[in-house]
């Protein structure tokens, strides 16, 4: 059986009854928000569509964007875009890394490279990685 998203860890921001506490990164859906499309059951505490699958309802909480990942076979990624100014690239890139899923900081920290590198030459990008992840 593959591992849980979340796993035990109790501190985790993940609800009690969320699906990343028993399935792993794919296997379950999220949603922005509670809908009608994916109801409560009393039966268990969780949130399914009509097919079965498990709904996550919080995506701040388990750091992954809303995407229908088993349903639909969603491709789990996330587009960062660094703020206009260089004096925040610091902040909103600490914000987004320390609140992203780990599944997603590989790619997060090259695409921030990247831009860094490209729309802020000034800017050395390992530095600004260092500051970001300090």
Do not use: N
């Amino acid at each position: 059986m593959p591992e849980p998203f979340v796993s035990s860890d109790v501190h985790h921001l993940a609800c009690g009854v969320c699906p990343s506490r028993l399935y792993s990164v794919g296997e379950f859906d999220v949603f922005e928000r509670p809908t009608s499309e994916c109801p409560f059951s009393k039966a268990d505490g969780h949130r399914y569509l009509s097919d079965g699958t498990p709904v996550c309802v919080h995506p701040e909480k388990v750091g992954l964007p809303a995407g229908r990942y088993k349903s639909e076979g969603a491709p789990l990624t996330i587009e960062l875009e660094l703020p206009p100014d260089p004096s925040d690239v610091v902040t909103y890139l600490r914000a987004v890394l320390w609140g992203a899923a780990p599944v997603l900081l590989d790619d997060l920290i090259s695409q921030a490279q990247e831009q860094v590198r490209v729309r802020f030459p000034e800017l050395d990008p390992l530095t600004v990685m260092r500051q970001a992840l300090a």
